[in-house]
């Protein structure tokens, strides 16, 4: 069974721009999340969608946001970019709400110039 | 809030020098605690799921055991090939599901 995708897995992007990453569930997984993981913060979390709908959201400003499709694919987008964004993006699914487990994505590295 | 601290911050062992990575956390409710590792530059792997006190297991050289307060991670005659970050996180049992991440261990197997 493939794993989680994410695409692009690397982007440069100047301030003040916006960007779109992507996020592939595992196949029959219904619960996408997303965290950020930069070198001073570790990983911390974003949002999770289970059936197209936003469930939890983590301490971030309004400029991230994000939405789930009804095959489960998950985008995550940033608006008005600022240094401070670059980080490594990583998506994670599970099948479900009962299961617990995370499985990652190799990530989308973001770097804001 | 749920707290994640992890030591030490970094390891560096000879190849078969045994020891074990600590992973203390502090949660309203624990309903589970993970191992995962990372190599550079990829994302998370996952290891381990713990429940309850006293729970353990075992994959290869690894062994994740769980108390009330902490977690241990025990490698067991470490090869090169296992050199990586090695990530704990918890997960509260109730309201926001979202897992809560320690800064990681770096371990470094010196062959």
């Known amino acids: 069974k493939a794993g989680v995708t994410q695409t692009p897995r690397y982007l440069i992007k100047t301030r003040g721009q916006q960007v779109t990453l992507s996020c592939s569930p595992i196949s029959g997984h219904r619960s996408v999340s997303w965290y950020q993981q930069t070198p001073g913060q570790g990983l911390q979390f974003l949002f999770e969608?289970?059936?197209?709908?936003?469930?939890n959201k983590g301490n971030f400003p309004g400029r991230f946001s994000g939405r789930q499709f009804s095959n489960s694919r998950s985008e995550m987008n940033v608006s008005t970019l600022e240094l401070g964004d670059s980080a490594l993006y990583l998506c994670?699914?599970?099948?479900?709400?009962?299961?617990?487990?995370?499985?990652f994505g190799p990530g989308t590295r973001l770097t804001v110039l | 809030e749920d707290q994640v601290t992890q030591s030490p911050e970094a390891l560096r062992l000879q190849e078969g020098e045994s020891s074990s990575l600590n992973c203390s956390y502090t949660v309203s409710g624990l309903r589970g605690l993970f191992w995962y590792r990372q190599d550079p530059g990829k994302g998370p792997e996952f290891l381990f799921t713990?429940?309850?006190a006293g729970e353990e297991k075992e994959k290869e050289r690894l062994k994740a055991t769980l108390t009330k307060k902490e977690s241990f991670l025990h490698i067991t005659a470490p090869k090169p090939e296992d050199s990586a970050t090695y990530l704990c996180a918890v997960q509260a049992d109730f309201g926001n599901e979202k897992l809560t991440f320690g800064t990681g261990t770096r371990l470094t197997i010196i062959p």
């Open positions: 713990l429940y309850s």
């Open positions: 969608y289970f059936s197209e709908t936003q469930r």
């Open positions: 994670a699914s599970r099948p479900g709400l009962s299961t617990d487990t995370q499985y």
